[in-house]
């Protein structure tokens, strides 16, 4: 079996990494917004208040999705675009922005997957605590019934967080995304269950509310190991390693935001290391974080521990490894054997919501973005995951990361991941070498490859 006919290919974006218009037609601040240009915060001070101004050039970018041959674009909402203040007066405006981009999406023959919140947390709220305030859960849930109502009569896929990991590993652990804090550990913990519980709110109110029938997923990123062999042994050393919840830094882990909504629990590692610190649920809570889903969002990018015995190269580098312009490997078996423990461990469908490589690319002599090592990369993780369709593990699409290159947080413009080359000084579009692969790849369903 390949890839079946429904599939989605697509790609994808996050607001604040390519709307701009910060300050346009009455939308608020994000915590990026008042955070990023701080000296120190980002690697050049840069922010995404123009970024790549899709705001206002959404129907030209939609023609180019067009030419493309996308099947699916997953965009996400900003959250202050369309509640400035994070609660109470909606921005008809903003919200008008979303819901003119899903018509002419649809109108363009182009399936939308909506993510609720990539990162662009109301600066108003933050002010009040963020996700450390127990009532964040209910603001994200007032969020989330604005858009659904709006949105839910044309939209059918929702992912409701982006890489929670990140949201508190980057932005609280590490300190290296807004709103650049370090946390305390027992602080971290609530959050987390905050964000569970919003993540649970907003999941139930689509499945109970949406006015089409909703396909409904989450978007975790984590750690994710190769074996470093084909002996059970081996297999089983990298599935424990891709499940294991990293002491203080839990909060990167798979396990810590699956387990909960997939299966219910939090993994058993987290009460050995912290006991009683871990915050409890209630019944009534526990019933909304486990609300059913339809797809397990993958975010995947690389892998770690290709060669754990490899004393003298952390994660999976070897002398030479190959890896993209941020330093990441290149470790296309990453994405069979995740879908393989995901797929075992929460049975659901996978759908890679986010896979690509940043790259210093150019506009060439003779006009065009000669980015070989972008189709070549693609390519071989798309064979993987052809592999574990092959293997009978259900898949329901790949977006690729990114449509566009785009303001790419704490390494603001310096890394291109788009298929779609943007000059950032005059904002002209070019669609890049894999650009046009990628369209071939769609039109063959993926036999091509
Ligand atoms: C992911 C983020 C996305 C982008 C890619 C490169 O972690 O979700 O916004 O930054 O990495």
Redesign the pocket.
């Known amino acids: 079996m390949s890839f079946s006919k429904d599939f989605l290919w697509g790609a994808a974006t996050?607001a604040y990494?390519i709307e701009g218009a910060y300050n346009e037609d009455g939308r608020g601040l994000s915590i990026w917004d008042v955070y990023s240009g701080f000296k120190g915060n980002t690697r050049y001070n840069e922010t995404g208040n123009v970024a790549i101004d899709h705001y206002h050039r959404v129907d030209d970018d939609i023609a180019i999705m067009k030419e493309l041959g996308l099947k699916a674009y997953r965009f996400s909402v900003s959250w202050p675009r369309v509640i400035p203040e994070g609660t109470g007066k909606v921005n008809e405006k903003g919200l008008k922005f979303y819901s003119d981009l899903v018509d002419k999406l649809i109108a363009a023959g182009i399936e939308p997957i909506v993510t609720l919140y990539?990162w662009d947390f109301p600066y108003a709220l933050h002010r009040k605590g963020a996700w450390k305030n127990d009532d964040s859960s209910e603001w994200f849930l007032e969020y989330t019934k604005v858009i659904v109502d709006a949105l839910s009569d044309r939209v059918t896929y929702w992912a409701t967080i982006?890489?929670p990991q990140?949201v508190l590993g980057c932005g609280y652990l590490g300190g290296f995304h807004a709103p650049f804090e370090k946390a305390q550990t027992d602080d971290i913990l609530i959050m987390g269950k905050n964000i569970l519980l919003s993540h649970g709110k907003a999941a139930n109110y689509i499945r109970n509310n949406a006015k089409k029938k909703p396909m409904i997923g989450f978007t975790p990123?984590g750690p994710s190991f190769i074996p470093k062999d084909d002996s059970k042994e081996a297999i089983e050393e990298a599935r424990t390693r891709t499940f294991g919840t990293a002491g203080e830094r839990f909060c990167f882990s798979l396990s810590y935001w699956s387990d909960p909504i997939f299966l219910g629990k939090y993994p058993d590692e987290l009460y050995k290391d912290f006991g009683d610190r871990v915050p409890e649920f209630t019944k009534e809570e526990w019933a909304l974080v486990t609300e059913p889903l339809d797809y397990y969002g993958m975010?995947i990018?690389y892998s770690q521990g290709l060669h754990p015995e490899d004393g003298g190269y952390p994660e999976n580098r070897y002398q030479g490894s190959p890896e993209n312009h941020l330093g990441w490997p290149v470790a296309p078996e990453v994405v069979y054997w995740s879908s393989k423990f995901l797929y075992e461990r929460y049975g659901k469908p996978i759908m890679i919501t986010?896979n690509?490589m940043?790259e210093h690319d150019w506009v060439c002599l003779d006009g065009k973005v000669h980015d070989s090592y972008r189709i070549d990369y693609t390519h071989r993780y798309l064979l993987q995951f052809k592999r574990a369709a092959e293997d009978g593990i259900p898949l329901a699409g790949y977006l690729h990361?990114?449509l566009f290159d785009n303001y790419?947080?704490a390494e603001g413009y310096t890394q291109r991941?788009g298929m779609v080359y943007v000059d950032y000084t005059t904002l002209e579009r070019t669609i890049k070498d894999s650009g046009y692969w990628y369209r071939d790849v769609i039109e063959s369903n993926g036999e091509n490859l």
């Open positions: 996050a990494q990539h982006n890489e990140c990123i975010n990018y986010e690509g940043a990361w990114s790419e947080w991941f």
